[in-house]
């Protein structure tokens, strides 16, 4: 199932930036899905945005289309979220979550089709 490991999160002023990485191992991002999931204290996690890299399909959720960004580099194994404009409300956990079989379709955003997960970064959005 391979193995995910995420950084880049840290504490940052509103309208700030950051760059989060998901570094993959033992995972053939060719034939994978990638998700950046997010968890706030005391809500549900929520799906971010997706990336299926071998045809460049992209999803994001409302909330984050225009500031958020999904990319990959396919020779480091790595997929980014560069994340512009940051509010207080993008203040939570990130986790990076890969899958095989929707890739990124229509149910990209649940994250029980996920088996592999990271361990999260903290992002905290705070003046």
């Known amino acids: 199932q391979g193995r995910l490991v995420e950084s880049g999160g840290g504490l940052v002023q509103p309208g700030g930036s950051l760059r989060l990485s998901c570094a993959a191992s033992?995972?053939?991002?060719?034939?994978?899905?990638v998700t950046w999931f997010r968890q706030a204290p005391g809500k549900e996690r929520e799906g971010v945005s997706c990336?299926?890299?071998?045809?460049?399909?992209?999803r994001y959720v409302d909330s984050v289309k225009g500031r958020f960004t999904i990319s990959t580099d396919n020779a480091k194994k790595t997929v980014y979220l560069q994340m512009n404009n940051l509010q207080p409300e993008d203040t939570g956990t990130y986790f990076c979550a890969a899958e095989t079989t929707g890739l990124c379709g229509s149910n990209w955003y649940l994250s029980r089709i996920y088996p592999t997960w990271g361990q999260g970064t903290p992002v905290t959005v705070s003046s």
């Open positions: 990336i299926r890299p071998r045809v460049n399909r992209l």
């Open positions: 033992g995972l053939n991002l060719d034939y994978a899905g």
